[in-house]
């Protein structure tokens, strides 16, 4: 069932310099969200992706489009309502927005003042969250007493205080370094799975998709270019900006700069096999190789998991006369996908 979804949603803005045009922030985007999702959206800085965000949880209207949150239809609704959307949103930030003058406690305690819980339930709720985000012994701490991934352990612990069913993570690790950035991220996947909570990532980073997310859209000026599973769109991306991406934490096919200095290297036939789950196994290639009496050498690539399933690309130098060279990839070609890079060098 859909938690989120944007029907041709745009956000147009007067432009900030004097005399250009308007400046469309988010452009024709449909998308939909499953409850349960950890869904990234990605995209390189001025994509439009904090403009996504601030659509979904009503902070602005949208110029154009429909936008659905658990069933309700935001685009319609007065500000009073609004108000009430907003508080199933919880949000985390870059730089944690933390009140730097109120302990750790009083921090996660305050949306739930604001939303009238009793003291007795608040500080219930508050010793709950402080376990599960694990920092009970911080309770009376003040933010600048703690580490950046303590920081943002409290603001989700803020963030979920009102039991919201979807979480807004805005470069939420941003300004984490990587060993905290990935625990950030375990923390964010119990909280997915523990508690049910559908999480919303805008990031930058692909490796932060690659270890968290379940789908991924893919920005580029305002617009969404690719979406889907992401094991899907790491292990075959379709647009040149998604692959530049996905290149980035994977391995693939080699760049004409790559295969140059990989070309100075080895001689013979260089080939990509590509393996998606599902395919018949990357030794049989090995195998079919060495029964032709092929000489061959793993040059460049290597093999990614997302989530359990296998995905990868495997540059080989191959040598031999170049007939068996052909019959052999000819009939590995009928199991797996063969992309011969260049040709014999001759030397
Ligand atoms: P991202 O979050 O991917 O970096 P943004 O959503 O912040 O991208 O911005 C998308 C585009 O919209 C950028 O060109 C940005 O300059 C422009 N933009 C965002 N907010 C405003 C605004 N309030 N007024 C004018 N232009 C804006």
Request: aromatic residues 6%; without cysteine; charged residues 25%.
């Amino acid at each position: 069932m859909p938690i989120v979804t944007l029907t041709n949603v745009s956000k147009t803005y007067p432009s900030r310099s004097p005399g250009a045009g308007d400046v469309v922030a988010v452009d024709d985007v449909t998308l939909s969200i499953e409850k349960g999702d950890v869904f990234g959206i990605i995209g390189y800085s001025g994509a439009g992706k904090s403009t996504l965000v601030r659509l979904i949880n009503a902070l602005e209207p949208a110029s154009a489009g429909t936008i659905t949150v658990d069933g309700v239809d935001i685009t319609a609704l007065r500000e009073r309502e609004l108000r009430k959307v907003r508080g199933g949103i919880g949000m985390i930030f870059q730089q944690f927005n933390l009140f730097a003058a109120k302990t750790v406690k009083a921090n996660i305690a305050y949306p739930l003042t604001l939303a009238g819980w009793s003291k007795n339930d608040i500080d219930a709720r508050v010793t709950e969250l402080l376990g599960f985000v694990g920092l009970s012994d911080k309770a009376k701490a003040y933010p600048e007493q703690l580490s950046g991934g303590q920081k943002q352990r409290v603001g989700i612990a803020r963030a979920l205080a009102t039991r919201p069913a979807i979480l807004l993570a805005d470069e939420a690790t941003s300004a984490l370094d990587p060993q905290t950035t990935h625990e950030v991220l375990d923390l964010l996947k119990r909280v997915n799975q523990e508690q049910g909570v559908t999480i919303i990532v805008i990031t930058h980073e692909m490796d932060v998709i690659q270890t968290i997310a379940t789908k991924v859209a893919v920005m580029e000026q305002g617009r969404v270019i690719e979406q889907g599973d992401v094991f899907d769109v790491f292990s075959a991306p379709q647009n040149p900006a998604s692959q530049r991406f996905v290149g980035t934490v994977v391995k693939g096919v080699p760049t004409p700069a790559e295969l140059a200095v990989l070309r100075e290297r080895h001689e013979g036939r260089i080939v990509t096999f590509s393996f998606r789950d599902g395919d018949s196994s990357q030794a049989q290639v090995f195998v079919d190789l060495a029964a032709a009496g092929l000489d061959f050498e793993l040059i460049y690539g290597g093999i990614n998991d997302i989530r359990g399933r296998a995905f990868g690309h495997l540059t080989l130098a191959i040598r031999g006369d170049a007939s068996s060279i052909d019959r052999a990839l000819e009939s590995i070609a009928e199991r797996v996908e063969v992309t011969v890079i260049a040709g014999e060098e001759v030397r």
